[in-house]
Structures are given as C-alpha cells and as structure tokens.
T-cell receptor
Framework: AQSVTQLGSHVSVSEGALVLLRCNYS??????LFWYVQYPNQGLQLLLKYTSAATLVKGINGFEAEFKKSETSFHLTKPSAHMSDAAEYFC?????????????FGKGTLLTVNP | KAGVTQTPRYLIKTRGQQVTLSCSPISGHRSVSWYQQTPGQGLQFLFE???????NKGNFPGRFSGRQFSNSRSEMNVSTLELGDSALYLCASSLVAGNPNTEAFFGQGTRLTVV
C-alpha cells in the first residue's frame, strides 16, 4: 500500500544544533511530497514541496529537504535550530494512480528545541 | 489575500447530536478537502469537493457528509455524534483538483469535543 512513514515521533535538539526529521515513502512511483508544520492549536503550514524539478528543495524558515529515490526518502533538515522551530512536523505525499489525489500523511514528528 | 477560514474554532456537542462545520477557501480556489486529526489516528482524509461535486471520499461512515456551494464554500456535517468523533477537523483549499502537484492550504481547524 502507498504510505508515508516518519521515523521518530519525538525529536529533541539544542538551540543552534542541526535538525533532521526523517520521512520515507512506500510506492513504486515516487509521489509528490510535502512537508507541513503545525503549531499548537493551529492548522498546517506548508514548508516545502518536492515536484521532481530538483532533488534538493528549499523551503521557508531555513528548512530544506532532499529527495533520494534510491532510499525512498525525503528528509527535512535545518542547519541551526531556533526556539521558534518547536512544533509538530508532518510529511505528506500525493500518490499517482487513480483519481484520488488526497494527501497521505505520516504520523508526525514533534520537535522540541532546548535552550 | 485572506487564508482559509474555518468556523467555529471550538465546538462542544453531546453524543447523539449533529454538527455542521464551515470552511471558506482562499479566494479563487475551487477545491476543498476535509481531514480529521486525532492523537491516535493522525491526519485522515474525509472527502474532497470540486465545483460542488464530491470527487473523493475517505473511509469514514455515512454519518460524515459534506457539500460545496457555488461560491466554493464548503460544509461538513456529522450526525449522531460519538465520543470518538472528538477531533480537530481541518479544511484545505487548493486552486484546482486532480493535480497531484497542487499545494493545499489549511485553515486553523475546528476543535470538536463530544461529551
């Protein structure tokens, strides 16, 4: 079945440290992939999206993600964490085939940033 | 440009009652999707509407229904509420439907509590 998996439900980093949030997909054809961020009691905000034009995608707030087909991955990184990055992050994919282009989400990764 | 507006933000209902949630998409967007977010199941697709027609539906019971109006505003209805329907309901709008590359913009959600 086509799915998106996020490894690690909770990641804790120190302020200024590298942020790495992992996302893998399962499908024979790579999906269109998205990263969203959710702050408490808020909706989802799009950070970036992969559309096959480039494997390294830059998003807002200093985040970027690299698509690796051989690893079926789309990990999210940020060189230096800021306190304001503390939130929940969701990886999502739109899979081809059929007419249903719903977003399929991973379970989410809660990022904690320690001072 | 106004974002996606969901009303109300918070709602408390009693088991057995019904509830209607509203979503106004970004101006010019014609596709509206609904998602349910719970701690246990994460983000799950409910349905998608485009040009007043339901295009896709997720795996939810018939108690969950929706509609879209000619101005693209959408409502979802849940009848005979159960405790398990307590969740954050998110609406997302997209410019078009049927394009896997299209971005989805989310509202802040409606927090439904069933007691």
């Amino acid at each position: 079945a086509q799915s998106v998996t996020q490894l690690g439900s909770h990641v804790s980093v120190s302020e200024g440290a590298l942020v790495l949030l992992r996302c893998n997909y399962s499908s024979s054809v790579p999906p269109y992939l998205f990263w969203y961020v959710q702050y408490p009691n808020q909706g989802l905000q799009l950070l970036l999206k992969y559309t096959s034009a480039a494997t390294l995608v830059k998003g807002i707030n200093g985040f970027e993600a690299e698509f690796k087909k051989s690893e079926t991955s789309f990990h999210l990184t940020k060189p230096s964490a800021h306190m304001s990055d503390a939130a929940e992050y969701f990886c999502a994919g739109r899979f081809s085939g059929g007419s249903n282009y719903k977003l399929t989400f991973g379970k989410g990764t809660l990022l904690t940033v320690n001072p | 440009k106004a974002g996606v507006t969901q009303t109300p933000r918070y709602l408390i209902k009693t088991r057995g009652q019904q509830v209607t949630l509203s979503c106004s998409p970004i101006s010019g967007h014609r596709s509206v999707s609904w998602y349910q977010q719970t701690p246990g199941q994460g983000l799950q697709f409910l349905f998608e509407y485009f040009s007043e027609t339901q295009r896709n539906k997720g795996n939810f019971p018939g108690r969950f229904s929706g509609r879209q109006f000619s101005n693209s505003r959408s409502e979802m209805n849940v009848s005979t509420l159960e405790l398990g329907d307590s969740a954050l309901y998110l609406c997302a709008s997209s410019l078009v439907a049927g394009n896997p590359n299209t971005e989805a913009f989310f509202g802040q959600g409606t927090r439904l509590t069933v007691v």
